[in-house]
């Protein structure tokens, strides 16, 4: 298993452009999340799946914003009508859940996907 | 709301020195957890040690650990014999009982120099 992949590395992009990013999580990882990381800024959460089950999304995640996870395995999150102000790294970690107990549940990252719209 | 603040933007440390991070945190929850990652430049971000909230020991693995103050809501980061591959961002980290999203701070820059 080579970890978290996500596809592209780097995307540039007009504005009123529409993006999608691919997250290949670790697989039989149960648990995805979707962040994003401005310059200079720790990463600040946008959605988490079980499954595939979107649980949660967080108030940043605009109606511009749209992720899946149809198979419960790969995630996809949409960017429509991009602004400048989307422009960020888009982080993507997967975890297990294995059981109901509040355990910890460790997030592995992967390398990220750049954003840049001009 | 959980919010975690990290005050030192940059720190500098000389090889084999010894440096600490700070990092404060407020919230409500009793049961929780901190985390300390680390991000090296164009590299992805990795897990460096972690803390649950319920435990009173510090945490240790190998030449990191941290300084939990669960009074103060504190968690520093303390890095001996620094390595010039511990150069990177780090940021900490705060999850609730059940794991799942992570709240962030802002990071610290450490360079460590020869």
């Known amino acids: 298993d080579t970890g978290v992949s996500q596809d592209p590395r780097h995307k540039i992009t007009k504005r009123g452009q529409n993006v999608t990013f691919r997250c290949d999580p670790i697989s039989e990882h149960n648990r995805l999340y979707w962040y994003r990381q401005t310059l200079g800024q720790g990463p600040e959460f946008l959605t988490y799946?079980?499954?595939?089950?979107?649980?949660?999304k967080s108030r940043l995640l605009s109606d511009r914003f749209s992720a899946e996870r149809p198979k419960g395995s790969f995630s996809t999150l949409e960017i429509q009508r991009t602004e400048q102000g989307d422009s960020a790294m888009y982080l993507c970690?997967?975890?297990?859940?294995?059981?109901?107990?509040?355990?910890?549940?460790?997030?592995?990252f992967g390398p990220g996907t750049r954003l840049t719209v001009l | 709301a959980q919010t975690v603040t990290q005050s030192q933007p940059e720190m500098s440390v000389q090889e084999a020195e010894t440096v600490t991070l700070s990092c404060t945190y407020d919230t409500s929850e009793n049961n929780y957890y901190l985390f300390w990652y680390k991000q090296p430049p164009s590299r992805q971000m990795i897990l460096v040690i972690r803390q649950e909230a319920y435990k009173q020991q510090n945490a240790t693995e190998n030449r990191f650990s941290v300084n939990f103050q669960k009074a103060a809501k504190s968690f520093s980061l303390k890095i001996s014999d620094s390595q010039l591959g511990d150069t990177a961002m780090y940021f900490c980290?705060?999850?609730?009982?059940?794991?799942?999203?992570?709240?962030f701070g802002t990071g610290t820059r450490l360079q460590v120099t020869l």
């Open positions: 799946f079980q499954n595939e089950a979107q649980l949660e």
């Open positions: 970690a997967s975890s297990s859940m294995v059981s109901r107990t509040p355990e910890y549940n460790e997030q592995f």
């Open positions: 980290a705060f999850g609730t009982g059940t794991a799942s999203k992570l709240t």
